[in-house]
Structures are given as structure tokens and as C-alpha cells.
């Protein structure tokens, strides 16, 4: 019989950049820490020092240049297993778009900026949904990247469309810092009644009050993600370096290793990098 191999661990969220000014627009002043360039010789010793086996880099600037480049990056740095790009879902020109990186086995979905955008019904816009519909003969999953003000229309996107894979970043930004579980709470829990979401455990620490919280913060809104989504549906990510502005990337993913000590080894391995590795289809090279 073999030797038992453990699954792999995986960090589902995190980002890379050359910081510029004029396209890093969303980084204000209060982000200065992070006004530098953060790259994949910074990240790879920090997921070896908790035993994982690569991540899933996802897009921080809203154009088709941040998907190569992204891909360049996977293709010299194996651990980077998966890429989470950006197309111009609202584009007649998508078509197009998504065949430029066709075949490319590292592109593994594509995300929205959503929570940026002024308009809160962003995702009911006809000519968004009609992207969305074309993601499923590309084979590619889409982050919801949104606000809880934003659930409604969330909820509409992932109804009615039961056959794509969505995943919610960052447990939607609750309002960790002010310990406020209202309105987020009902929101949450009606979108994760779509089994075909799942949800990030990450992007929490940002929410809190930074390099202020104690672990106890974060407990109440973990309690209500694992009731909404069970721990076949939830991935651990860091959300790194954007997580550097309130904790180092120990202890922003001990908060969720910690948490879940608590269950089965089964339904750890599941959150740390199984369920991950399924969702997002992850090349097993």
C-alpha cells in the first residue's frame, strides 16, 4: 500500500502587482504600507512556512494586460497554480477575449471589481449577465466581489444562473471593525442557499479593526458563514499583501486555521485546500 499523502494546502486569494500610481487608484492614503511592488519571490516563502502547496492569484487591475501578466507569472512560478483574470464581461468584444486565452490551462476564472461600482444593480445590467452566460463554454468560475448593500443583486446572479460556479470573496466585508452583524447576516445567509456558491474565508482582517483585533473578533461572523455555506463550500485565502495593512500573513491565516481546529480532519483538509482545488479546477502538475 502507499505511503498516505495529505491534500494539498492552498491559499485561494491573494494578489500580485507593480505598483502604479495611475492604475492602483483604489489603494488611498491610509495604504501607503502597500504602495510597493509585491511580487512572487515575496509570497512563495510565506506559504512554505505554513505548509502550502501554492495559491490562486487573483486580479487587481480591470484590464486584459493584468490577465497575461498574471499568466506570464504562473507559467515561471509553479505555485502559482491558478489565475483569477479580467475580461470585459459587459464587452461585445468578450467573445474574443476569452479565445485569447483559451486552452490556457492556469486561467481559472475571471472577476469584477463590483464593489467599486457606483451603481449597486451593476450585476443585473443586461449586457453583464449576458458575459456571465458565456463563461460556462470557457469553463471559467467567477468571484463575486461585492458589499452587503450589494447582496440583491447577487442573489438574482447566482439564481439564475445555477450552472455556473461562483465563489464570494472576503465573506462579502462585513463590518468587522463595528461588530455590526446586521444586514450582512440575512444577506449572507440567502446567498449561500445557491449551491452552486461558494464562499472565501478571507479578506476579514481588513474589515477589522487594523492591527487592533484579538482572534475573538471574528468569531460570530465565522459562526454564520460555516452555518450559510458548511465546510464543503468554503476555501481559506489570505488576501494577501492587502492583509499586511492590519495583520502579517500568519496571523491573518491563523485566524481561520485556528477557527477550525474545531471540526473533523476531513472538513479541515476540505476548507485548507480541497474544496479549493475542485472549485477552481486546479491543474494537478
Keep these: 500500500m502507499p505511503p498516505f499523502t495529505p ?16 492604475e492602483h487608484v ?3 492614503d ?12 515575496d509570497l512563495e516563502p ?9 495559491c490562486v492569484a487573483v486580479q487587481a487591475r480591470q484590464n486584459l494586460e493584468e490577465t497575461r501578466w498574471l499568466l506570464e ?29 483559451a486552452g490556457n490551462a492556469r486561467l481559472v476564472g475571471v472577476r469584477h471589481i ?5 451603481d449597486d444593480e451593476f450585476m443585473s445590467r443586461a449586457d453583464f449577465r449576458a458575459g456571465i452566460s458565456r463563461l460556462a463554454g470557457s469553463g471559467l468560475t467567477y468571484d463575486v466581489l461585492i458589499y452587503p448593500r450589494q447582496f440583491p443583486a447577487a442573489i438574482r446572479l447566482v439564481r439564475e444562473f445555477p450552472h455556473q460556479p461562483f465563489v464570494l470573496d472576503h465573506i462579502a466585508k462585513p463590518e468587522i471593525a463595528g461588530g455590526s452583524l446586521t444586514p450582512w447576516r440575512a444577506g449572507l445567509r440567502e446567498l449561500a442557499q445557491s449551491p452552486n456558491l461558494y464562499c472565501k474565508l478571507s479578506g476579514m482582517v481588513t474589515e477589522a479593526r487594523w492591527n487592533q483585533w484579538q482572534p475573538a473578533d471574528f468569531h460570530p461572523y465565522l459562526d454564520v458563514v460555516f452555518e450559510a455555506f458548511g465546510p464543503d463550500r468554503l476555501m481559506i485565502g489570505s488576501d494577501w499583501p492587502v492583509c499586511t495593512l492590519s495583520a502579517n500573513y500568519r496571523s ?3 485566524i481561520v486555521m485556528d477557527y477550525i481546529a474545531q471540526f473533523p480532519s476531513s472538513a479541515q483538509e ?16
Excluded at 491534500?7 to 495611475?22: E, L
Excluded at 510565506?46 to 501554492?54: E, M
Excluded at 463590483?114 to 457606483?118: G, H, K, R, S
Design 26 to 28: 483604489w489603494m488611498t
Design 73 to 101: 507569472l504562473a507559467a515561471r512560478h509553479h505555485f502559482i497554480r491558478g489565475v483569477v483574470g479580467w475580461v470585459d464581461l459587459c464587452s461585445p468584444e468578450l467573445p474574443s477575449q476569452l479565445e485569447t486565452f
Design 30 to 41: 491610509n495604504m501607503a504600507s502597500i504602495r510597493r511592488d509585491f511580487l512572487p519571490a
Design 270 to 285: 476540505a476548507i485548507l485546500g480541497r474544496n479549493c482545488a475542485r472549485f477552481y479546477g486546479l491543474p494537478n502538475d
Design 7 to 22: 491534500p494539498q494546502k492552498f491559499d485561494a486569494h491573494q494578489h500580485f502587482w507593480k505598483y502604479n500610481p495611475s
Design 252 to 254: 491573518t491565516m491563523a
Design 114 to 118: 463590483v464593489q467599486d461600482e457606483p
Design 46 to 54: 510565506l506559504l512554505g512556512s505554513l505548509g502550502f502547496a501554492g
